[in-house]
C-alpha cells in the first residue's frame, strides 16, 4: 500500500477548494438573508411595529429639539464681529446624524409594512396586502417624499460642504443659508409626528399607557415650542445686531468719511491691521450698542434683552437655558409684556408669537387636565357615591352605630376594589378567557380549603367558575340561625364566630371560631347534594358573625345545585366523609354526642359503685334486739334465719337504688350542660355511589 505525498502544488489546490467552499457557504447565507429579508413582511398591528412607532416617536421629538440648536451657532466674538461656535458645530453635526438614522430605519420599516386593502374595508378589520411590490408602490406615491425630504441631511451638507466652498464664506450669509434649511426641513418633520400619533393611537387605542406619562407627553411638546420660539428669537436678535452694524457701515462708506468693509464685521478679520485702524474711528459700535442711550434712532424692542443682558457674549449653557425661560414666559403670557418697535418683522413674530402661545397653552391646560383628571375620576365617584351614602342616611335617620358599620363597610370595599366593577368588566370577556382568569385568580386560594383539596382539577375548574368574591366587615351578620341559607362561603382572609343554640334551647350554647381554609354555609351543600331537594332552601343551624374584616369567595345556591348536579363525582364517599369532618356543624353534633355519652357512662359507674357498697354494708351487719345488744346465741341460728336478713336487705337496697336512680335522672335532665343534639341531615346518597 503507497502513501501519497503532499507537495506543494496539492497543497495550494486543497486550499483552493477549501477557499471555494467557504465562499460558497457564505455566498449561500447571504442569498438566504437576502431572501430572508425579500419576504419578510411586518403586520401594522404587530408588537414590533407598535414598539418601534413608539421609539421613533421619542427619537422624532428629540430630533426636533436638536435642529433649532443650529441656532446658537453665531455668537458676537468681538467688537463689531459674528463668529460661528466651532465645538457646537461639531456636537449638533453628531446628535442630527444620529437622529438621521432613524428616520432611515423608519422609511426602511415603511417598505416592509403590510397596508389593508380599501376596497377591503367592507367589514371587520380588511384584508392585508403583503407583496413587497406593491407595498413600494404604495409607499412611493404617499409618503415617500415626505420622508425623503426629512431624512436627507441637509444642515450637515451645509455647515460643512456649501459654506466652506462659498466664495462669499462670512457668518452672515452661513448664518442665513443654515437657517434657511433648518426651517424648510423642520416642516416636514414636524408633520411627520401628528400621522406617527394617529397610528399609534389606531394600533394601541393610546399615546400614553399611564395618565403622568400623557401629562409629561404633552409638557413635552409645550417645552418644544418653547425651546424652538427661544431660538428663533436669540437668531432674530443677532440678526437685528447684525442689521445695524451693516446700516451703520453702509453709512460711513457713503459718507467718504471711513471705509468699512462687510468683511470687517465677521471674526476672521479681528487680527488685520486696516480693521484695527478702523475699529479706533468707527462710531459703528456706539451707534448699535443697546445698552447706550445716546441711541435713539435704532430701536432694538424686544430684541434688547439679548444685549443688556449679554446673552449674546455668553457660553452656549448660558445663552441655551436663557432663551429656553425667554421662550416659556413669553408663550405662557401671550406675548403681552414685549416691548415691540415698528419693525415689521419683530411686529409679525410678536403676532405669530401671541397666537401660538394662546392656542398651545389651550391645548396643555386641556390635554394635562384630562389626563390628571383621569387618575382622579373613580376617586371623585367613590366621594360623590360617599356624600350620597351619607346624606341618605341622615335623611332616613338611621342610628349612629349603623352608620358607623355602613361607613366602614363602604371604606373596605374601596380599600379592596378601588371602585373597580370586577364583575361588569369579567362579563364583557368571553367565556374561555372568563374561565383562564376565574382559574388564575380562585383555584390556589379554593385548594387551601381542606374539603375542596379532595376535589379533582375538572371539578375545581368548575367551582371557581361561579364563585364570586364577597367583603364583610367587622360586626357583619353573615347567616343567623333559622333563616335561609342561599350561599356557601369560603374564608380566604378573617375570622367568623359561628355559635348556635341549637334551636333556641335554654341552658345550650356552642361557639367556634372561623379562620382563612375554613367555611360555613353547609347546610346548602348537604340540599344540594339531595336527588330531590325542594325549591325551599335550607334554614341555617348556626349564627355567624365577623370577627374582622372578612374577604371570602361565595358560591350561590343555583351555582351549587348545577354542579351538584353535572358532577356527580361530588356524590362519592371520600367527599362525603371529607365533608363531615371538616364541617363544623356536624363537628359540633360529635362532639356534644361524645360529651353526652360520656357524662353517662360516668353516671352509670358511679351508681353502680354506690350499689355495691351498699350491698355489702347490709351484707356485714347483724341484727340486734330493741336495747342495741347482740345476742351470741343468735349467731348460731340455723341458715334459714340468715337468708331471711339477706332477701330483706336485698330488698331495701333496691328500693333505695331505685330512689337514687330517679333522683339522678331529674337532677342530670335539669343541669346538664350538653345535651343531646339533633343529628345533621344526612343526604341520601343512594341513586350516585361511585368511588373516586
Known amino acids: 500500500m503507497y502513501r501519497i505525498l503532499s507537495t506543494p502544488a496539492s497543497k495550494f489546490r486543497q486550499f483552493r477548494r477549501l477557499r471555494s467552499r467557504a465562499k460558497s457557504a457564505a455566498t449561500d447565507e447571504e442569498h438566504a438573508f437576502q431572501i430572508l ?61 444620529f437622529a438621521d438614522l432613524f428616520y432611515v430605519l423608519h422609511m426602511l420599516m415603511k417598505f416592509r409594512t403590510a397596508f389593508v386593502a380599501p376596497n377591503s374595508r367592507i367589514f371587520g378589520r380588511g384584508e392585508l396586502v403583503t407583496d413587497a411590490r406593491e407595498i413600494a408602490i404604495r409607499y412611493l406615491k404617499s409618503d415617500f417624499v415626505i420622508d425623503l425630504a426629512a431624512t436627507i441631511p441637509l444642515p450637515q451638507i451645509v455647515i460643512w460642504l456649501v459654506i466652506p466652498a462659498s466664495s462669499k464664506a462670512r457668518t452672515d450669509h452661513a448664518n442665513n443659508t443654515l437657517a434657511l434649511f433648518v426651517l424648510i426641513q423642520y ?54 445686531q447684525f442689521s445695524c452694524w451693516q446700516t451703520q457701515c453702509n453709512q460711513e462708506n ?64 448660558e445663552r441655551y437655558f436663557y432663551c429656553l425661560w425667554w421662550g416659556l414666559r413669553n408663550l405662557s403670557s401671550y406675548g403681552q409684556n414685549l416691548d415691540t418697535t415698528t419693525y415689521l418683522p419683530e411686529t409679525l413674530f410678536c403676532i405669530i408669537l401671541c397666537i401660538a402661545g394662546l392656542v398651545l397653552f389651550s391645548l396643555l391646560i386641556g ?73 388564575h385568580l380562585c383555584l390556589s386560594l379554593v385548594r387551601r380549603v381542606p374539603f375542596f ?108 345545585k348545577f354542579v351538584a348536579g353535572q358532577f356527580k363525582r361530588l356524590h362519592s364517599k371520600k367527599l362525603q366523609h371529607a365533608f363531615r369532618y371538616y364541617s363544623h356543624q356536624w363537628r359540633a353534633w360529635g362532639t356534644c354526642f361524645i360529651q353526652a355519652a360520656w357524662r353517662r357512662y360516668q353516671k352509670r359507674k358511679a351508681t353502680r359503685e354506690l350499689s355495691l357498697k351498699e350491698g355489702l354494708y347490709y351484707m356485714a351487719v347483724p341484727e340486734s334486739d330493741e336495747s342495741g345488744n347482740y345476742e351470741d346465741d343468735e349467731i348460731g341460728e340455723s341458715s334459714g334465719n340468715v337468708k331471711k336478713v339477706q332477701n330483706l336487705g336485698a330488698t331495701v337496697l333496691a328500693s ?4 337514687n336512680t ?31
Open 37 to 97: 429579508w425579500r419576504y419578510q413582511i411586518l403586520d401594522p398591528n404587530s408588537d414590533i411595529v407598535a414598539y418601534w412607532n413608539r421609539v421613533f416617536l421619542v427619537t422624532s421629538l428629540l430630533a426636533l429639539f436638536v435642529d433649532p440648536l443650529y441656532f446658537y451657532l453665531p455668537t458676537v466674538g468681538g467688537p463689531a464681529c459674528l463668529q460661528a461656535d466651532p465645538k457646537l458645530s461639531i456636537l449638533v453635526t453628531i446628535l442630527r446624524s
Open 187 to 240: 416642516v416636514p418633520r414636524l408633520f411627520l409626528i401628528f400621522p406617527l400619533n394617529h397610528r399609534i393611537q389606531k394600533t394601541t387605542g393610546v399615546i400614553a399607557k399611564t395618565p403622568w406619562i400623557g401629562a409629561a407627553y404633552n409638557l413635552v411638546l409645550y417645552m418644544l415650542a418653547s425651546h424652538i420660539t427661544g431660538a428663533t428669537w436669540y437668531l432674530s436678535s443677532i440678526g437685528r
Open 254 to 317: 457713503k459718507s467718504h468719511t471711513l471705509s468699512c468693509l462687510p468683511s470687517y464685521l465677521d471674526c476672521n478679520s479681528l487680527n488685520l491691521p486696516e480693521r484695527e485702524y478702523w475699529l479706533n474711528i468707527t462710531r459703528v459700535i456706539s451707534k448699535c450698542d443697546a445698552k447706550s442711550k445716546i441711541n435713539i434712532k435704532y430701536k432694538f424692542g424686544m430684541f434688547a434683552d439679548a444685549f443688556l443682558n449679554d446673552v449674546v457674549t455668553s457660553s452656549f449653557k
Open 367 to 439: 390635554n394635562m387636565q384630562t389626563y390628571l383628571q383621569s387618575m382622579s375620576v373613580r376617586l371623585e365617584e367613590w366621594r360623590i357615591r360617599k356624600r350620597d351614602t351619607e346624606e341618605w342616611m341622615r335623611h332616613r335617620q338611621l342610628p349612629p352605630d349603623l352608620q358607623e358599620r355602613v361607613r366602614r363597610f363602604v371604606q373596605y370595599k374601596w380599600l379592596a376594589t378601588r371602585g373597580v366593577n370586577e364583575e361588569a368588566i369579567m362579563l364583557s370577556l368571553p367565556l374561555d378567557l372568563r374561565r383562564e382568569i376565574q382559574h
Open 453 to 560: 383539596s379532595q376535589m379533582d382539577d375538572q371539578l375545581l375548574d368548575a367551582i371557581c367558575e361561579r364563585l364570586v368574591s364577597s367583603l364583610s366587615t367587622e360586626g357583619t351578620y353573615i347567616f343567623r340561625e333559622g333563616d335561609p341559607v342561599d350561599e356557601m362561603l369560603f374564608i380566604i382572609r378573617g375570622q367568623l364566630e359561628s355559635s348556635t343554640t341549637n334551636g333556641g334551647r335554654s341552658g345550650f350554647y356552642n361557639s367556634i371560631t372561623l379562620r382563612p381554609g375554613d367555611f360555613c354555609g353547609e347546610e346548602l351543600l348537604t340540599w344540594a347534594l339531595m336527588p330531590n331537594s325542594t325549591l325551599n332552601l335550607p334554614s341555617s343551624t348556626r349564627t355567624v358573625k365577623a370577627l374582622t374584616e372578612v374577604e371570602a369567595f361565595a358560591l350561590q345556591a343555583e351555582d351549587l
Open 656 to 659: 333505695k337504688f331505685a330512689a
Open 662 to 692: 330517679r333522683r339522678g335522672n331529674h337532677k342530670l335532665q335539669g343541669s346538664d350542660p350538653v345535651p343531646q343534639l339533633f343529628k345533621p341531615d344526612e343526604p341520601d346518597f343512594s341513586v350516585d355511589n361511585e368511588e373516586v
